[in-house]
């Protein structure tokens, strides 16, 4: 008998595996409502700060919560339900506290579908926020840059992405919905803040830094090994600017909670495209690309938070 059969029919009868094949198959969230919203109560039982934005910190990029002014500091340890970060780069911290003068909570670390995590909960602080108040999202992440006109360093401002994950289903969203946290079939064609890309651009001018801020769509793959080189010529005929192994399922399940997104790749290196390339990917390189690149990302993200106009009043 093949292996995960046991209990398989028996010669002419319906055995354990006929029975179980006849039952349709619901995947269980994992979380209830119930679990989202004692987080939650915990949080804000421990602390009074009450968020209006979150940012999640991507690989290296972890040193925005440093920014954080009257900071009370969790550790994901000590909150009931939080999975743990098992990346390095990844602290592992809930950062509360204010930056540029508005109310934030932020992850100073994120879980990833590589690390063997379910999608349901990588995208558990998610919810959370939202059940603590939390209007806007912030994602940003390391990325490896497929648009040939991107360079080591650049910040590449998400206006799309693609879930290559859900193309072979891996989607948060599967499973019973829970309509308290928003509808069975949730539109994607908005997902990154048309209003607060706009709002991004003005802000990146007054910066005042000579380079461009990009802008493009990034593609989510489930690593955690880096790309083939046919696999990113494949991505970059998609249509891919950048590639990465996050953010995607964190966005999709902000957007059905009806959450406002906008978010960042940090461009840390660039993907090989051809056969005759010496380069190779490495997280080492992720990291110490983050670390050069850091300050400008996270000066540009606390200038932003000043700038963020409630939802829908932006203009
Ligand atoms: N590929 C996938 N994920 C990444 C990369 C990459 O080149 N760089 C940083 N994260």
Redesign the pocket.
Known sequence: MPLGLKGGPGPGGRGTWARFAAQPQVIESGFTYDDYQKTAEWLLSHTKHRPQVAVICG?GLGGLAEKVTQAQVFDYSEIPNFPRSTVPGHAGRLVFGFLNGRACVVMQGRFHLYEGYPLWKVTFPVRVFRLLGVDTLVVTN???GLNPKFQVGDIMLIRDHINMPGFSGQNPLIGPNEERFGVRFPPMSDAYDRDLRKIAHKTWKQVGDKQELQEGTYVM?A?PN??TVAESRLLQKLGADA???STVPEVIVARHCGLRVFGFSLI??K?VLNYESLEK?NHEE?LAAGKQAAQKLEQFVSLLMSCIPPPHSAS
């Open positions: 690989s390391a990325a490896g793959l690593g880096f790309e590639v990465g192994m840390t290196n993907v990917a992720v």
